[in-house]
């Protein structure tokens, strides 16, 4: 094998179909760097098309996967145990999942309070990081591959994750068949609907058409939950930011002397109370 062969082509894109409705009809919202944010016409998907051919290889050997701090605060290790607390009404066969783990935080203080933690992942580093974290039962593959006996878990995280995947529908109905009867989802992604997103236009800082291919909102996020089986969804956002970033290359955009600066801290709170804070935070159940 030459070493030109080891990588992936970086620009050879493909043109794809709506992953939630296999829909093809699409209407160009804009473009960014290159890359076509469109929306389904059938289901109301955001989504890039066409996208990079290896964007599954590009999520093996970059670096997003192990975003993150070498060390965690306190304060953050707090934060993850009262997220915790939230999986504990489902804790009756006493095994978790993360899809996409990371840097391995939220395993490693899962275990150090009695679970039993599984992780899916497939980039390199966060593998490692991982394994340097004593997390064993790392499962080393794509989120829409894979494979686990049927109702093993009581709980599956996926945090950041599913605006990565070529098909969050094919990781969600794996999600869904691993979890026990009564078992619980706890996901988190970017809302497109987001007044983040509405104020910085195409510049915002998640539009990042390499990286981040499919665009859920409230509407479309329940969408694909109901499809594959989940009921009792709950959707809350959070957050307003004014960040605006190119990536190639990448760089911040100055947003300085925007109107709507000296409101962000009152926008950002009242953002919990509303569907327009820039990442959604959703739980589901699986039917008993």
């Known amino acids: 094998m030459t070493s030109e062969s080891k990588y992936p082509k970086i620009n050879e894109k493909i043109e794809v179909a709506c992953d939630l409705c296999g829909y ?21 998907l955001v989504y890039v098309n066409p996208r990079l051919k290896a964007h599954r290889d590009f999520q093996r050997i970059s ?8 060390q965690i605060s306190s304060a953050q290790i707090s934060r993850i145990c009262r997220e915790l607390a939230i999986f504990t009404t489902y804790r009756k066969l006493n095994r978790i999942l993360e899809i996409g783990a990371g840097r391995g935080w939220f395993l490693s203080v899962a275990r150090d309070l009695g679970w ?10 966060a593998i490692s990081n991982l394994n340097k974290k004593g997390v064993k039962n790392i499962i080393v593959s794509s989120a829409e591959d894979f494979v686990v006996e049927r109702e093993t878990f ?7 994750v599913v605006e990565h995947l070529e098909s969050p529908v094919q990781c969600m109905k794996r999600v869904y068949g691993s979890l026990r009867p009564g078992g619980f989802l706890r996901l988190a992604t970017t809302n497109f609907n987001s007044l983040s997103r509405i104020v910085n236009g195409p510049e915002w800082v998640y539009l990042n058409g390499s990286d981040h291919i499919i665009l859920f909102d409230p ?3 329940t969408k694909l939950l109901k499809s594959v089986g989940f009921r009792r969804i709950s959707i809350r956002t959070r957050s307003f930011n004014l960040r605006k970033k190119l990536y190639h290359p990448e760089r911040e955009i100055n947003n300085r002397g925007h109107p709507l600066a000296p409101f962000r801290k009152l926008i950002d709170e009242t953002a919990r109370f509303s569907k327009l804070g820039h990442q959604m935070i959703v739980e589901a159940v699986k039917d008993s």
Not at 63 to 70: A, K, L, Y
Not at 116 to 125: H, L, M, Q, S
């Open 154 to 160: 009581d709980a599956v995280r996926v945090w950041d």
């Open 116 to 125: 039993k933690t599984w992780a899916v992942e497939i980039n390199r580093d």
């Open 63 to 70: 670096g997003t996967g192990s975003m993150g701090e070498d």
């Open 24 to 44: 093809t009809e699409t209407e160009l919202l804009f473009e960014k760097e290159g890359f076509c944010h469109v929306r389904c016409k059938n289901c109301g």
């Open 219 to 221: 509407v479309t996020i």
